[in-house]
């Protein structure tokens, strides 16, 4: 996802509104800035970015422009300093663009920002390990529920721009604890993998990690349903927790351990793929079938499955759509692209199961 930074990257960004109509994005060919400046372009902002000097993606830099972005590769702090707002991730924090926004009293706003503004009903990933699958199972298991919810994922599923997409119902994105945005995001609903130590540049120990959790947790929506690894010690300390400090959240646990809400029963490969059985609480069971041999991929496919029963969508219509998960964002055109395909009489491309 974002690259690592150490202190607290918050200090000194924006606090009030957010005015999404002409933003900037300082780093704009990363995975999460381009994503969510399509998403913005989509919208119908007008979206300008600049991208460093090396390493320059040029087909994410291409599919931004296609979608109607000024990108410029390397510093342009005229266009920061007249944008509505500047968005960044803090690993750019010391960039021409940010100085030239201050000087100007242009908003310095954290990219987490502005999806809590985009977002209707915010679905958040967070977790040491595996956020990435599992927000890509959690958006293509929505699509093959027949929802159309936005994505923002931190890689491109295959195609360049294709890890992101505004839709109406949800709004998917993964969250890391490193660069501080999960503190920055209000869910509906929520999936933690794993907390255990990483990011000692920014936590001293588990605890300092835990309270970013809980504070995370405590944002949540009245009623919110937060999916939790039952296998980690971490996740089940948070889950203890928040049962006394926000106990309207509705709290599910997924995993091998017995007691568990989604319980892994059961897994045989074959080949590369993999059949997950699992027993649902007060449902019965369900089987899903993985193109993936990896047991993280298993767990990562409990979690949705966990998230989506918690949303109210039925066991085993959740258990058919993550198997087919993949299947529904991988090849498909960015978000732009498959609206003018609409508008011109195509259908949207897709690879066959």
């Known amino acids: 996802m974002t690259r690592t930074i150490s202190g607290n990257p918050m200090l000194g960004t924006h606090t009030g509104p957010i005015d999404l109509s002409r933003p900037h994005f300082v780093g704009i060919g990363t995975p ?3 994503g969510l400046a399509q998403i913005c372009a989509v919208r ?7 991208t460093g000097t090396t390493g320059v993606d040029f087909g994410q830099v ?13 510093p342009d702090p005229a266009a920061a300093g007249s944008a509505s707002c500047v968005v960044f991730t803090p690993a750019d924090a010391d960039t021409p663009e940010l100085a030239a926004a201050g000087k100007h009293g242009v908003p310095v706003v954290h990219w987490a920002q502005v999806v809590n503004v985009l977002a209707g009903r915010l679905i958040v990933v967070a977790g040491t ?9 959690l958006a293509g298991g929505l699509r093959e529920l027949g929802q159309d919810p936005s994505f923002l994922i931190g890689t491109d599923i295959d195609v360049p721009g294709s890890g992101a997409h505004a839709g109406v119902q949800f709004f998917v994105t993964e969250a890391d604890e490193s660069d501080h945005a999960l503190l920055q995001l209000t869910a509906s609903a929520a999936v933690v993998t794993a907390i255990v130590g990483d990011h000692p540049e920014n936590y001293d120990n588990l605890t300092s990690r835990m309270s970013a959790y809980v504070s995370f947790a405590a944002r949540m929506r009245p009623q919110a349903v937060l999916a939790v690894n039952g ?4 996740c089940r300390h948070l889950a203890a927790r928040l049962r006394t400090l ?16 989604v319980q892994i029963v059961g897994v045989s490969r074959r080949s590369w793929n993999s059949q997950v059985e699992v027993d649902i609480r007060g449902a019965g069971c369900a089987v899903m079938t993985l193109r993936t041999p990896s047991l993280a991929h298993v767990s990562h496919a ?4 966990t998230l989506l029963t918690g949303l109210g969508f039925g066991h085993l219509a959740a258990a058919t759509a993550v198997s087919g998960a993949d299947t529904a964002l991988a090849g498909e055109l960015p978000s732009h692209q498959r609206r ?14």
Do not use: K, N, W
């Not at 119908?44 to 600049?50: D, L």
């Not at 296998?231 to 971490?234: E, L, N």
């Not at 409990?302 to 499955?305: E, G, I, Q």
């Open 302 to 305: 409990a979690a949705a499955l």
């Open 129 to 137: 390990h595996g956020t990435t699958s599992t927000a890509g199972m």
């Open 32 to 34: 999460m800035l381009a």
């Open 62 to 74: 291409t599919v931004l422009r296609e979608a109607g972005c000024a990108v410029t590769v390397g």
């Open 340 to 353: 003018e395909s609409h508008h011109q009489g195509e259908s949207p491309r897709r690879t066959s199961p």
């Open 246 to 261: 926000r106990p309207d959240l509705r709290i599910r646990t997924y995993g091998y351990t017995v007691g568990t809400d």
């Open 44 to 50: 119908g902002a007008f979206v300008t970015g600049t």
């Open 231 to 234: 296998d980690d010690p971490g």
